[in-house]
Every structure is written in structure tokens, then in C-alpha cells.
């Protein structure tokens, strides 16, 4: 039998990257998965609109009336230095990383059934700073502290609330709105260079930390699990003899 046979998520932002393999990873040991995105997925959802959220909570009771796991996935960010931001722009990051991802668990939190695990994205960058991703940043650590929040708030229902926050992870777009042929290659360069491990993660690897969380680490809540090769963790890269 497979593994997670019986088993049923959402993901959101499961349409690419991260969040494919994580669907992917879950739907070959057995478990049904709903995925949704912005232009795709098994539904079409836009996590800053509220309408959306409720249109998939009504989805996901019909499906499968409850679920073990959600991945609270969808992200959005952009390359910006501080002066050239606009107000479009930071409201876009934090309508979707935090506005969004709070809406969606409060919307969906109460089809997860009793005991299972909500799973959210944040990143590397939800701690110390980077002059590029000030914004990202930001709504990445308030994405954070929600998880601490919604892990108490679910604690009556052994519902367990953890965070997954990847490093520099080699999927199409690396979470970035926009991103330019010559910016992606600068972004990859960099990212080998910083990190202890020495390259980019994959999107599998960081899936396989989403499922860990969300069906084997049963006693552990309010987490953040590093994927990001050491870089966050104050190891030092090697450098050459």
C-alpha cells in the first residue's frame, strides 16, 4: 500500500515549482491532492482576493469534506531595491505572502481535520535582510509569526503548524515576479556562490521537508525547517586552499 494512501491536501500554488513537486511527491505514495494557482490547478484562486478563498472552501468540502494537510504555498516577490518599491508593489507582497496566507488558513483551517498539519512556504529571507528583497523580506517574517500564532490557536484540535523556508531552490521563475534571462543567471551565480553547500536545492528536496512536517513530525509545532544548505544558519562556505 502506498504510503499516504487515504490521505487528502490542498496546496496552494501547486501548479509549479516548489509546490508541484510537492503534489507530485504526495500523489505517488497514495494521497489525493487538490492544487490551486493563479492561471491554473485544479482551481483558480488569487490569495488577495477574499471571494476566491471562500469559492474554495466550498470546493475543497465537496472533494473531500476534510483534509490532513494544507500547504499554504503562493508567494509572490520581486527584485526591488528600497527607493524604487511603489505602494502597488509592497501592497501586492504583503496581500499575498501574509494578508493572503492568513485569510486562507482562517478560511480553510476548519476543514483540516483534527490532528492533521498546516504547512506553510516562507523563506530564507524571513530572517536578517537582503537590500533587494527589503519588502519580501517583511511579509515573509510576519508569514512567519503567524505560523507561531496559528500553532497556538490550533492547538485544541492537535493541529500542527510549521514552516518550510528555502534557500536558493532551482525551479522556473525562483519566486520571482518578472525575473529577466540575465537576472536569473546573476540569481543562480549568486546562489551557489553564498551558500555552504555550494548549489541550489531542488524543488524535490524541499517537498520532501513539506511532507515530513506535514505526516512524520508529529510532535513538533510552530517550527521553521531550513532547505537552504546552511545559508541561514551562520555556516561559513569553504573557501579555496
Not at 519588502?135 to 505560523?147: E, I, T
Request: hydrophobic share 45%.
Amino acid at each position: 500500500m502506498s504510503r499516504y494512501a487515504g490521505r487528502s491536501a490542498v496546496i496552494l500554488g501547486g501548479t509549479h515549482g516548489m509546490g508541484e513537486a510537492t503534489a507530485a511527491l504526495l500523489r505517488a505514495e497514495g494521497a489525493e491532492v487538490l492544487v490551486t494557482g493563479r492561471r491554473g490547478g485544479d482551481v483558480h484562486v488569487d490569495l488577495t482576493r477574499l471571494a476566491d478563498l471562500g469559492a474554495l472552501a466550498e470546493a475543497v468540502r465537496e472533494r473531500f469534506g476534510q483534509v490532513d494537510l494544507l500547504h499554504v504555498n503562493a508567494g509572490f516577490a520581486k527584485l526591488e531595491p528600497f527607493d524604487a518599491v511603489t505602494e502597488a508593489s509592497y501592497d501586492r507582497t504583503f496581500d499575498v505572502n501574509t494578508k493572503g496566507a492568513f485569510f486562507a488558513v482562517q478560511a480553510l483551517a476548519p476543514l483540516v481535520r483534527d490532528g492533521g498539519a498546516i504547512v506553510f512556504t516562507s523563506s530564507v529571507a524571513d530572517q536578517g535582510g537582503s537590500p533587494a528583497m527589503i519588502v519580501y523580506g517583511a511579509a515573509k517574517a510576519a508569514a512567519r509569526s503567524l505560523v507561531a500564532g496559528f500553532a497556538a490557536a490550533l492547538l485544541p484540535r492537535g493541529i500542527r503548524v510549521n514552516a518550510v523556508s528555502p534557500g536558493f531552490i532551482d525551479t522556473p521563475s525562483y519566486g520571482i515576479e518578472g525575473i529577466s534571462d540575465d537576472d536569473r543567471a546573476a540569481f543562480h551565480a549568486v546562489g551557489d556562490a553564498i551558500t555552504p553547500m555550494g548549489r541550489h536545492g531542488t524543488a524535490e528536496e524541499v517537498a520532501r521537508a513539506v511532507v515530513f512536517l506535514a505526516f512524520e513530525a508529529t510532535f513538533t509545532t510552530g517550527a521553521r525547517l531550513a532547505v537552504d544548505g546552511g545559508l541561514g544558519e551562520g555556516i561559513e562556505a569553504p573557501t579555496a586552499a
